[in-house]
T-cell receptor
Framework: DQQVKQNSPSLSVQEGRISILNCDYTNSMFDYFLWYKKYPAEGPTFLISISSIKDKNEDGRFTVFLNKSAKHLSLHIVPSQPGDSAVYFCAASNQAGTALIFGKGTTLSVSS | GAGVSQTPSNKVTEKGKYVELRCDPISGHTALYWYRQSLGQGPEFLIYFQGTGAADDSGLPNDRFFAVRPEGSVSTLKIQRTERGDSAVYLC??????????????FGPGTRLTVL
C-alpha cells in the first residue's frame, strides 16, 4: 500500500506560470519530507525539504507547503521555466532515518 | 567534487544468471543506500549501510538479493538466480552522516538491469 501518493502522473504548464505539484501521505508519524527532481538517465537530485515543525519552506523559485492535518504537501514553482521539465518525486523520511519512501512521481512539462 | 558513481550503467543478463552492481559513494560519506526503480514507479528502498554494516535491509525483496560494503566505501549489490521481474533501474545514494533523517541523500545515475 502506497504511503506517499502523487495522484497526478503529469502536469503541463506554460513558461512563466506557476506549477503546483501535489503529494499526499498516509503515515502521520512521518516528520520530514523532501522533493527530488529527475531528468532522464540521471539519478534524482534533491530540490527542497520541509520538517513537520514548519508549514512552509522557500528556496528561490521553489516553495514547499505542508498541511499536517490533511497529510498533504505541495511544491510550487514560480515562475516555471522550460528547464524545470522533469519528473518530480515527493518523498518522506522514515523515522529511523534509514530510508526515503517515494511517491510515483509527476512529470512536469513546461512549454515556452 | 565527484558525485556518486555506479557501474555498469547498463546490464543485460539472462534469467537465472548472477549479477553484481557496483556503487562508489561520495568520498567521506558514511551512509549508503540502495533503491530500485521499476517502470512507472518511484524509487523503492532496498538496504541501508551505516559504515560497513547493513543497518536496515528490510527492503530486500528476498534472499536472492544481497549487498556488501566491506571497507565502508564502495558497495556491491548482488543478485542471484535473476528473474525477469528483477528488471529495473538500481539506484545508489549516499549521505554524509548515518541515522540522521534530515541528511540529504545524493543519488547516482543508476544501473539499468534487464533480465531476458
Amino acid at each position: 500500500d502506497q504511503q506517499v501518493k502523487q495522484n497526478s502522473p503529469s502536469l503541463s504548464v506554460q513558461e512563466g506560470r506557476i506549477s503546483i505539484l501535489n503529494c499526499d501521505y498516509t503515515n502521520s508519524m512521518f516528520d520530514y519530507f523532501l522533493w527530488y527532481k529527475k531528468y532522464p538517465a540521471e539519478g534524482p537530485t534533491f530540490l527542497i525539504s520541509i520538517s513537520s515543525i514548519k508549514d512552509k519552506n522557500e528556496d528561490g523559485r521553489f516553495t514547499v507547503f505542508l498541511n499536517k492535518s490533511a497529510k498533504h504537501l505541495s511544491l510550487h514553482i514560480v515562475p516555471s521555466q522550460p528547464g524545470d521539465s522533469a519528473v518530480y518525486f515527493c518523498a518522506a523520511s522514515n523515522q529511523a532515518g534509514t530510508a526515503l519512501i517515494f511517491g510515483k512521481g509527476t512529470t512536469l512539462s513546461v512549454s515556452s | 567534487g565527484a558525485g556518486v558513481s555506479q557501474t555498469p550503467s547498463n546490464k543485460v543478463t539472462e534469467k537465472g544468471k548472477y549479477v553484481e552492481l557496483r556503487c562508489d559513494p561520495i568520498s567521506g560519506h558514511t551512509a549508503l543506500y540502495w533503491y530500485r526503480q521499476s517502470l512507472g514507479q518511484g524509487p523503492e528502498f532496498l538496504i541501508y549501510f551505516q559504515g560497513t554494516g547493513a543497518a536496515d535491509d528490510s527492503g530486500l525483496p528476498n534472499d536472492r538479493f544481497f549487498a556488501v560494503r566491506p571497507e565502508g566505501s564502495v558497495s556491491t549489490l548482488k543478485i542471484q538466480r535473476t528473474e525477469r521481474g528483477d528488471s529495473a533501474v538500481y539506484l545508489c545514494a549516499s549521505s554524509p552522516t548515518a541515522g540522521t533523517f534530515t541528511d540529504t541523500q545524493y543519488f547516482g545515475p543508476g544501473t539499468r538491469l534487464t533480465v531476458l
